[in-house]
């Protein structure tokens, strides 16, 4: 069974900075990639930053320049470092993974409990 346990939400202020963790646990053959989608209130749930298993680094173009999304120490680790913040960056943060669970079957898509991020004066 593979789990995405995210941690590092919190409460800022406008142009604070915080780092949001996400690990996989389980059985795993490959990550094919991870990352984070958010959701404000009354809002779609929108992908915020990825990394594909290649090294890719995907960005949606308003955290461009902002947030930097990297591989953590150990292979099933990754991290989302977000400076600058922002109001509009305030929502439920999910860590998202695709992963391969054993060789030669499909991928499948995995979701983490969502970390609240609060960005307020």
């Known amino acids: 069974q593979v789990k995405l346990v995210e941690s590092g939400g919190g409460e800022v202020q406008p142009g604070g900075s915080l780092r949001l963790s996400c690990e996989a646990s389980g059985s795993i053959f490959r990550i094919n990639s991870m990352g984070w989608y958010r959701q404000a209130p009354g809002k779609e749930r929108d992908l915020v930053a990825v990394l594909t298993w290649e090294g890719t680094a995907i960005y949606a173009d308003s955290v461009k320049g902002r947030f930097t999304i990297a591989r953590g120490g150990t292979q099933t680790t990754r991290y989302l470092q977000m400076n600058s913040l922002k109001p509009e960056d305030m929502a439920v943060y999910y860590c998202?993974?695709?992963?391969?669970?054993?060789?030669?079957?499909?991928?499948?898509?995995?979701w983490g409990q969502g970390t609240q991020v609060t960005v307020s004066s």
């Open positions: 998202n993974a695709e992963i391969t669970v054993t060789f030669g079957t499909l991928r499948q898509t995995y």
